[in-house]
């Protein structure tokens, strides 16, 4: 795969993902996306981004995405190694997903000043579904062009 395919496979599976997360968290919380947004600055600002309006917002918007990309390199670099996550994306994606929910929920969200969540089936799903497997997807794609 040639650099320029990885780098689209990592802002591409990065965009899609943080896009569909947040739609996620909208959902599931019944939240606005501003919201949703303040939620991830808290994780720098605690309570106090809930009160910094859009410019938290701003922020918490430009950390999910970083976040996000982040994600969508660390499978594009496993993928360079494991072949099977490029193969077999569905499978792998899945299971990136639910890695990277239980990664956010038990290692990232418990050292940031952002407050935990309680465990959430649909959180847990929707992590497989809207966020491994459109990067798996978007990895795999550029590595079959």
Known sequence: MTRAH????VLLGGLAAGVLDTF???A???IGATVVYQAVASGLLGKAAFRGGLA???LGLLLHFLIAATAAAVYFGASLKLETLVRQPVPCGLVFGLAVYFFM???VVPLSAARNTPFSWAEL??????VGLPI???????AHR
């Not at 799903?125 to 809207?130: F, M, R």
């Open 136 to 142: 798996a997807l978007a990895v795999s794609r550029a």
């Open 56 to 58: 938290t917002a701003a």
């Open 125 to 130: 799903i929707g992590h497989a579904l809207l």
């Open 105 to 107: 929920h038990h290692v």
């Open 6 to 9: 990885g780098v689209e496979a």
């Open 28 to 30: 599931v919380y019944r």
């Open 24 to 26: 996620l968290a909208m």
